[in-house]
């Protein structure tokens, strides 16, 4: 009996240290997809629903400067690709809804936002901070990764050959 | 007569005490945002909010600012703070569900530990560890006692 409480106190120990840590998801290995609400609109959306198109997921929030400085450039470069073969998929991490809101109407951000309130995407993706970038293939697979932020000339130096359009 | 007299002055000063209290009662259950910060973190850091200065906490106090200006009580704030960052912001776990937990484990532990203690002890006296008083040695025997004996006598003890 002592034994198999010591065995379940060891046990709470290791998944409590296991489930803290992450390790930033590597170029190749499946995104996660976990259903997360939308900031606007209501109702939920995960990265599942875009297969099919390359997706450049973009962690955000309000509170972060660099993320300020890099919303019109990616704004720009989602208008210069057409909708059915990529989109920005913007994800606001521990943020205020408010807040969120009030960054996608001030810098006219028209890519669909979603909304990780307690940082669990941000932890799935095993970012260390705002903004970070992945680029995510049609088949659900990551291409690119960048931590920071990224402005025009590296989305087409870096993002751009990724895209059909790019490669053509 | 003058015992429903001073009942009556009793009743009325009883009454009176508890208006008084009222205020200050009402006074008290008004959330703070210092007491506020001590029982939530800030996500970003990873530290309590009231230790946090970064952009990130700067927006979480101006939100409990702004719904202690709207009233709200601290359940009522604390509620909303969960329901824009999860129950990590909680400093200190609820005391339901799976987080019943936080507070269960150790208690339990505990109990495990001491029952297991005490069945060990119980063990190891029945199995005569302490219980039957100093041992005695064996001494030597035959011409090993003879060899001793003379042994000693040479000895003036």
Redesign the interface.
């Known amino acids: 009996m002592a034994v198999l409480g010591v065995l379940a106190l060891v046990g709470l120990l290791v998944y409590g240290l296991v489930s803290k840590g992450s390790s930033r998801i590597g170029v190749g290995e499946p995104a996660p997809s976990t259903p997360l609400p939308r900031l606007e609109g209501g109702g939920d959306a995960s990265l599942s629903q875009y297969k099919g198109r390359w997706v450049l997921v973009n962690f955000w929030a309000s509170w972060c400067i660099p993320c300020r400085q890099e919303a019109p450039a990616l704004e720009e470069f989602q208008r210069h690709h057409p909708a059915s073969e990529f989109t920005v998929l913007g994800i606001d991490t521990r943020d205020l809804t408010d807040d969120g809101r009030e960054f996608v109407d001030r810098y006219g951000l028209s890519y669909p936002q979603l909304r990780d309130g307690n940082g669990g995407a941000a932890h799935d993706f095993g970012t260390t901070g705002v903004p970070e970038n992945f680029l995510v293939d049609p088949s659900g697979k990551v291409r690119w990764v960048l931590a920071g932020p990224v402005d025009e000339q590296y989305l087409t130096e870096q993002v751009e050959p990724f895209l059909p359009q790019g490669k053509s | 007569m003058n015992g429903a007299v001073s009942r009556t002055a009793g009743c009325l000063a009883v009454v009176a005490a508890l208006l008084a209290l009222a205020p200050g009662a009402a006074a008290a259950q008004r959330a703070s945002l210092t007491e506020i910060e001590k029982q939530v973190m800030c996500?970003?850091c990873g530290t309590l909010l009231q230790l946090a200065e970064?952009?990130?906490a700067?927006?979480?106090k101006a939100?409990i600012r702004g719904l202690i200006a709207q009233g709200r009580s601290e359940a009522q704030i604390k509620d909303a703070l969960v329901?824009?960052?999860?129950?990590?912001?909680l400093a200190l776990p609820q005391g339901s569900g799976f987080s019943l937990s936080a507070y269960l484990?150790p208690i339990v532990?505990f109990i495990?530990?001491a029952?297991?203690l005490a069945?060990?002890v119980l063990r190891w006296r029945r199995a005569g560890g302490g219980g039957d008083g100093p041992t005695t040695a064996a001494g030597p025997k035959g011409d090993d006692a003879e060899r001793l004996d003379a042994d000693l006598a040479r000895y003036d003890l």
């Open positions: 996500p970003v970064s952009p990130q700067q927006r979480e939100f329901a824009e960052y999860g129950e990590e912001v484990v532990a495990v530990a029952v297991a069945l060990g």
